[in-house]
């Protein structure tokens, strides 16, 4: 586990000067923050970082630092939580990568798979890049293939309808990689469990029959939302209930 904390400052003074009359409140949140991080007071570190990141703020930093927090104060399911988050925005993190695998090997479940070892490998950028990051790709991508082909047309250069075409697939395999994360994000909810030990259920009710238990920071994909309850996929043949207050989608 690598102690320490990531600076934030750079998303505080982003919060323009529209916003400079609030900007005083997270600041001097994330300071206090800090300062009892580094006086071992973790519970009340995760408190003011959580205040921070409640307000709205997106940061791969700021979520870094309180899933460091929390996972220093014992809340192992929200350290996982909170991990994954700033997984998404920071996915080439060297910090942040080695905490998070060092967190998941304590979770007590044996990690369930939802996604094939195939797509991991033919789609591999998927996972060294974040969802912004591919989605300026496929942008420019787009704008490079129309560039090149408005060139061909002006300059009649044979060399560049070879490059029209690379550019056009280069672009078109971060589009479908775009789409498919925004499909996976809209309605492949992935979900951490919060409770110590959490029974998945047959159905809504307490009374439901138990099908299998759960521990703090395994992850979940959300099949199905019914009432206060989500029906959840943990590995092939490991469905079942949970109240939505037990589990938080990352």
């Known amino acids: 586990m690598r102690n320490g904390y990531k600076i934030a400052w750079i998303v505080l003074l982003g919060i323009g000067l529209a916003k400079s009359l609030y900007a005083a409140e997270p600041a001097g949140r994330f300071l206090a923050a800090v300062k009892q991080y580094q006086e071992k007071d973790y519970a009340g570190a995760a408190a003011e970082f959580q205040q921070i990141a409640a307000g709205g703020m997106v940061n791969g930093a700021l979520f870094y ?3 460091n927090a929390y996972f220093k104060s014992g809340d192992m399911g929200r350290a996982v939580l909170w991990y994954e988050r700033a997984q998404r925005l920071l996915p080439r993190d060297p910090d942040l990568k080695f905490n998070l695998n060092y967190v998941r090997s304590l979770v007590k479940d044996e990690a369930g798979t939802t996604t094939s070892p195939l797509y991991q490998v033919l789609f591999f950028w998927n996972h060294l890049l974040s969802r912004t990051a591919i989605l300026w790709c496929a942008v420019f991508g787009n704008m490079l293939f129309w560039m090149v082909v408005l060139l ?13 075409y690379f550019s056009g697939l280069l672009a ?8 498919y994360n925004y499909y996976e994000y809209a309605f492949q909810k992935q979900a951490v ?4 030990t959490l029974a998945v259920r047959a159905g809504l009710s307490d009374e439901d029959t138990e099908l299998f238990r759960l521990h703090a920071g395994s992850r979940v994909r959300i099949e199905k939302e019914k009432d206060d309850c989500y029906r959840i996929l943990f590995s092939e043949g490991k469905i079942g209930w949970v109240k939505k207050s037990q589990v938080e989608v990352i």
């Open 152 to 164: 061909q047309y002006l300059l009649r250069a044979r060399i560049l309808r070879y490059f029209s």
């Open 193 to 196: 469990v919060l409770p110590e």
């Open 172 to 179: 078109l395999v971060f589009i479908m990689t775009a789409f």
């Open 65 to 67: 630092n309180l899933a």
